[in-house]
């Protein structure tokens, strides 16, 4: 029997392993780099051993250091989690032929055989399963639009749509590079793609006494740079469907002696046909769903059945209910989905019905904790959001209202995107498949309409107001800028999604708001005079409502608006303050009242958006450029962000070099712009 694992991993699938271990009476062993140190994984681990560094490939990645630090802590099993080595042969056989330690997982030759996907096409259509047009060479590519995949791993790295023959060669060699950094394995294919397909896919399982079963199906359609984000069971299917699913992805498990968890996806054409797309020899990132629906823990199936003892069933499970799972990721949607990084200062969602491990209700699987930094060097995704009920319906609308009503501060997040998603006709209605995002630019607008930031602006001066007068030394219980006739109006300032807002009001004898106005523009120097704190409101949206103000303390302000009372709740960080209301969440930053003076950046000069590595530089100084032209290429979360020019011009200053990392905020570039 397994008594200590360690878990090859990181972040949440390490914390949800662990769990699961817990109540095994497994002792669990986790491995960490530096960036990682500080993880709620490492400090939740029975042991941990440091792997020196903070790239994949110095840490993650490396297998002689990963052995190494189960031999130093008495492992006697290895989970290899998903991503990383879970799909390494290599790394399989190593783990039990050379070592001498339990893998949990299937077989390595199972894991070369699905790894090397087009071998794994021609294997599989040899038992059957349907398959779309495949070629290994860009110059045999005759039918488009296609799509480049990498060969190893999954998670959308290395996968490039191409609509025509000029745009081949870089999807492959940009494709290449990023599967090389994020699995080590620089193998890439192309296929046909397959336009508004659905992605299906098929949860089986296997044990060394020849079974292997189907645990049902996941739909998984809603996908941002090809890489879920939004997953459910059971995918919704026309029971003849679902049963010739179920068939082909059991055949292609028995093809293989398939052995533990394993995912078989399938793309669902518009025309009902379904054709393979590859065999996942691990256990999947959507998971939860499968758990919720079926109640069993996969995780405690793979470790039973790499102990050798059968699975207790040797039929599809019914599925009970319906589940939705979510991806919470650290990156800006609306900047094309750029990466965030740094602290998460608050990160709390309400109604939880339990954490990682199979559960009615509402289920949360995150990697992080209040206080937890996001780096730059591993995936995005922040956490996984799971919402069981009896119906669809009713688990996409707990969802979306868990997901409104989180407190997520300090690192931007796809959430209003996702609660969009959740809450649109067309997800209601099924109307799902892969280029959802690309049809529906109405979900990436922030939850907080735009007409009501003011309100929110105004609670967040009011909430700082609060917490000055109760950290005064005297008088700490007068009215915030209090005075016995009334002369000037209280400012503060901020930036917010727009640029600046000045908010001013006034406060009346008895604390309650007297006045007050938002401006989102360009203030006049001198700024408005007194007059303009006695308008009842500012902006679009409420410069006709009443407001008035029911409470003010430094967490918390409820304003009355035209009768209707409002909560808002504010977390100050420093100059950062997050408010949480009814209609969304903003993040402001209050400016000082005599800022310092700042460096000056020259004009033209083009910032990094996000800490990383300058991998590519596509110009030379002296260049002329035109707008949208690519300058640079930056690595940062195991993705390739290209850097365009913004405007039309000559290359001034290149000032980083490839290879170069670079913070936020650092000069890239430097772009004189064409006088012409």
Known sequence: MITRLLVANRGEIARRIF????????????VYSDADADAPFVAEADLAVRLPGNTPAETYLDMVQILRAARRSGADAVHPGYGFLAENAEFATRVADHAGLTWVGPPAKVIAAMGDKVAAKALLADVGVPMLPTWTEADQVTDYPVLVKASAGGGGRGMRVVRDPDGLAEAVASARREAAAAFGDGTVFVERYVERGRHVEVQIFGDTHGTVVALGARDCSIQRRHQKIVEEAPAVLAPELRARLHEAAVAAGRAVDYVGAGTVEFLLAPDGQFHFLEMNTRLQVEHPVTEAVTGLDLVRLQLLVAEGEPLPFTTTPPADGHAIEVRLCAEDPAQNFRPATGTLHRFAIPGLSGEFTPTKGLRLDSGVLDGSTVSVHYDSMLAKLIAWAPTRAEAARALAGALARAELHGVATNRDLLVRVLRSPEFGALEVDTGFLDRHAEVFAPLLPADLLPLAALAAA??????RRADAPVLAGLPSGWRNVPAVAQVSRFTGPDGEIEVRYRLD????LAGWSVDQGAADPAGPGPEAADRSAAGPGVERSAVALVESVPDRVVLDVDGVRQAFRVHRV???????GPAGA??????????????????????????????RVHVEVGQRVAAGDPLLTLEAMK????????????????????GGQVRTGAVLAVIEEDAR
């Not at 420093?574 to 949480?580: A, I, K, L, Q």
């Not at 402001?588 to 020259?602: G, N, Q, S």
């Open 574 to 580: 420093g100059s950062e303050v997050f408010v949480d």
């Open 586 to 615: 903003a993040s402001l930053v209050e400016l000082p009242r005599l800022p310092l003076p700042t460096a000056e950046v020259a004009a033209g000069s083009l910032l990094a958006p996000l800490p990383g590595a300058v991998t």
């Open 19 to 30: 769990a699961t271990c817990r109540t095994l009476g497994i002792t669990t062993i986790a």
């Open 462 to 467: 009011l909430a700082s107001a609060a917490a």
């Open 509 to 512: 004898r008895r604390g309650g």
């Open 639 to 658: 993705l390739e962000h290209p850097v365009l020019t913004p405007t039309d011009g000559v290359v001034a200053e290149l000032p980083v070099p490839a």
